[in-house]
T-cell receptor, first 115, second 110 residues
Framework: DADVTQTPRNRITKTGKRIMLECSQTKGHDRMYWYRQDPGLGLRLIYYSFDVKDINKGEISDGYSVSRQAQAKFSLSLESAIPNQTALYFC??????????????FGPGTRLLVL | GQSLEQPSEVTAVEGAIVQINCTYQTSGFYGLSWYQQHDGGAPTFLSYNALDGLEETGRFSSFLSRSDSYGYLLLQELQMKDSASYFCAVRGSAGNMLTFGGGTRLMVKP
C-alpha cells in the first residue's frame, strides 16, 4: 500500500463549485504540505501543517483552505473553484528531524480541471 | 523571497553525462535538494547538499557552492529511464518549507 494517498486522482468540476481534495498518510509524519504544479512553474506551496494544531499559509494560499483532521489526514478545499485553479495538486509529508535534511514524500497527485 | 533558476530542457544521449544547473536567491539557506519526477508521477527525492562540495549517490552526484548560490545535479552513464523532470529546491530559513525551481526536462535519446 502507498504511504501517501490522495483522493480523488482526477476531478472535473465547474466554476463556482466547492470541492475537497483529501490526503492520507501512513508514514507517521507530523508535517504535511499541499502543492500545486503548473507547467513550467514547478511546485508551489499552498498550505503546510507541522502538527494537528498548526496550519500555515504558503506562497499561494488565496482561494484555498485546509483542514488537518488528524495527524494522518490533511484536506485541501477550493470554496468556489475558478478555471485558473486547474492544475496538478500534490500532498507531501515529512518527518521532523532537528538540524537534518527532511525528505518530503509526495502522494500520486490529483489532476483537477475547472470548467 | 526566494527564487531558483534552472534550464527548462536538456537533451543527451544514452551513456553520456549531463549536468543540470541551478542558481538560487534566498534570504536564508539551509540546503539545496534535488527531486526527480517522471511524466505522470510524483516527485521523488534524489539528493541534498547543506555544505559546499560534491555528494555522490551511485550514478547521480550533486554539487553545492554556497558562496556562488549555485548547485548542479550530475547524471552519469545516462539511461533511457533517466528521462524525467528534475527540480532543485531550496530549504529556506523557516521550518522545512521548500521553494522549487521550475524544473528541467531531461530527454535521453538512444
Amino acid at each position: 500500500d502507498a504511504d501517501v494517498t490522495q483522493t480523488p486522482r482526477n476531478r472535473i468540476t465547474k466554476t463556482g463549485k466547492r470541492i475537497m481534495l483529501e490526503c492520507s498518510q501512513t508514514k507517521g509524519h507530523d508535517r504535511m504540505y499541499w502543492y500545486r504544479q503548473d507547467p513550467g512553474l514547478g511546485l508551489r506551496l499552498i498550505y503546510y501543517s507541522f502538527d494537528v494544531k498548526d496550519i500555515n499559509k504558503g506562497e499561494i494560499s488565496d482561494g484555498y483552505s485546509v483542514s488537518r483532521q488528524a495527524q494522518a489526514k490533511f484536506s485541501l478545499s477550493l470554496e468556489s473553484a475558478i478555471p485558473n485553479q486547474t492544475a496538478l495538486y500534490f500532498c507531501a509529508t515529512s518527518e521532523r528531524l532537528a538540524g537534518i535534511q527532511e525528505t518530503q514524500y509526495f502522494g500520486p497527485g490529483t489532476r483537477l480541471l475547472v470548467l | 523571497g526566494q527564487s531558483l533558476e534552472q534550464p527548462s530542457e536538456v537533451t543527451a544521449v544514452e551513456g553520456a553525462i549531463v549536468q543540470i544547473n541551478c542558481t538560487y536567491q534566498t534570504s536564508g539557506f539551509y540546503g539545496l535538494s534535488w527531486y526527480q519526477q517522471h511524466d505522470g508521477g510524483a516527485p521523488t527525492f534524489l539528493s541534498y547538499n547543506a555544505l559546499d562540495g560534491l555528494e555522490e549517490t551511485g550514478r547521480f552526484s550533486s554539487f553545492l557552492s554556497r558562496s556562488d548560490s549555485y548547485g548542479y545535479l550530475l547524471l552519469q552513464e545516462l539511461q533511457m529511464k533517466d528521462s524525467a523532470s528534475y527540480f532543485c529546491a531550496v530549504r529556506g530559513s523557516a521550518g522545512n518549507m521548500l521553494t522549487f525551481g521550475g524544473g528541467t526536462r531531461l530527454m535521453v535519446k538512444p
